[in-house]
């Protein structure tokens, strides 16, 4: 994948290891919430007080013995080899808090319900909000598919988008973030790829992108695991 490519999907885990990493996503959110999930239909279990607790992003990362059994699978062992230089980023929330272990975290996006997504962003934004100067180009993301309705939801991608679309950076609950400064309609036509389990979106942190508005019967659950090139 270069630069001039929007996005590449790519084939990661076995079936075997998208089942031991799917289990550990429904223990994490079983645990969490105190009663046992079915991801598919989180949202029918799931109050919305239970949604609000699993809402921020320390809610959502795995526990460091989880990350570590994932990042010790052949999937990943494979990816690090394919990108010699990268590592898996440590856990994230600002230039101020950083934490020694591996970042990885998934989202819950309820059916029909538009504040459960983003707004257009390129991850670089963030690492200007956040001010933590991993440089632009420095991080290379990778979304998997936990649960997908395909053609329903997933991730969307902007490939029409012109260069230097403005962006402010507003602060939502205690963190920085960054947001489109202009009508979504300027992005162009938006492209929605579809993975299978075991694969996953791989896309460089300038690429324009956010969750689309899940349209299906489930829940849509995604792992999100950045690269980070060493300095």
Same mark, same amino acid.
């Given at each position: 994948?270069?630069? $001039?490519?929007?996005?590449?999907?790519?084939?990661?885990?076995?079936?075997?290891?998208?089942?031991?990493?799917?289990? !550990?996503?429904?223990? *994490?959110?079983?645990?969490?919430?105190?009663?046992?999930?079915?991801?598919?239909?989180? &949202?029918?279990?799931?109050?919305?007080?239970? *949604?609000?607790?699993?809402?921020?992003?320390?809610?959502?990362?795995?526990?460091?013995?989880?990350?570590?059994?994932?990042?010790?699978?052949?999937?990943?062992? %494979?990816?690090?080899?394919? *990108?010699?230089?990268?590592?898996?980023? $440590?856990?994230?929330?600002?230039?101020?808090?950083?934490?020694?272990?591996?970042?990885?975290?998934? %989202?819950?996006?309820?059916?029909?319900?538009?504040?459960?997504?983003?707004?257009?962003?390129?991850?670089?934004?963030?690492?200007?909000?956040?001010?933590?100067?991993?440089?632009?180009? $420095?991080?290379?993301?990778?979304?998997?598919?936990?649960?997908?309705?395909?053609?329903?939801?997933? !991730?969307?991608?902007?490939?029409?988008?012109?260069?230097? #679309?403005?962006? #402010?950076?507003?602060?939502?609950?205690?963190?920085?973030?960054?947001?489109?400064?202009?009508?979504?309609?300027?992005?162009?036509?938006?492209?929605?790829?579809?993975?299978?389990?075991?694969?996953? #979106?791989?896309? &460089?942190?300038?690429?324009? &992108?956010?969750?689309?508005?899940? $349209?299906?019967?489930?829940?849509?659950?995604?792992?999100?695991?950045?690269?980070?090139?060493?300095?």
């Amino acid at each position: 994948m270069n630069k $001039n490519e929007i996005f590449e999907i790519t084939d990661i885990f076995t079936t075997s290891e998208f089942q031991i990493i799917k289990s !550990l996503i429904i223990e *994490h959110v079983s645990s969490r919430l105190g009663f046992s999930v079915d991801l598919s239909t989180y &949202h029918q279990q799931a109050a919305e007080t239970d *949604h609000l607790s699993m809402a921020p992003k320390a809610a959502r990362v795995l526990s460091p013995s989880d990350a570590q059994f994932i990042l010790a699978l052949s999937g990943i062992k %494979r990816l690090l080899d394919n *990108h010699p230089g990268y590592q898996v980023s $440590n856990v994230v929330y600002d230039s101020n808090t950083v934490e020694d272990r591996p970042e990885l975290y998934f %989202r819950l996006v309820r059916p029909n319900q538009p504040g459960n997504i983003g707004s257009p962003h390129c991850d670089f934004w963030f690492d200007q909000a956040m001010g933590t100067n991993f440089g632009r180009g $420095n991080t290379i993301k990778f979304w998997l598919p936990i649960v997908l309705d395909p053609g329903k939801n997933g !991730l969307l991608f902007y490939p029409n988008a012109p260069k230097g #679309i403005p962006f #402010i950076i507003q602060t939502v609950n205690g963190f920085n973030r960054p947001c489109i400064d202009c009508e979504v309609s300027r992005l162009g036509d938006p492209v929605l790829p579809q993975p299978a389990y075991g694969q996953a #979106i791989k896309f &460089h942190d300038d690429i324009i &992108h956010c969750g689309a508005l899940n $349209n299906g019967s489930k829940t849509r659950v995604g792992l999100e695991i950045a690269l980070l090139k060493g300095k």
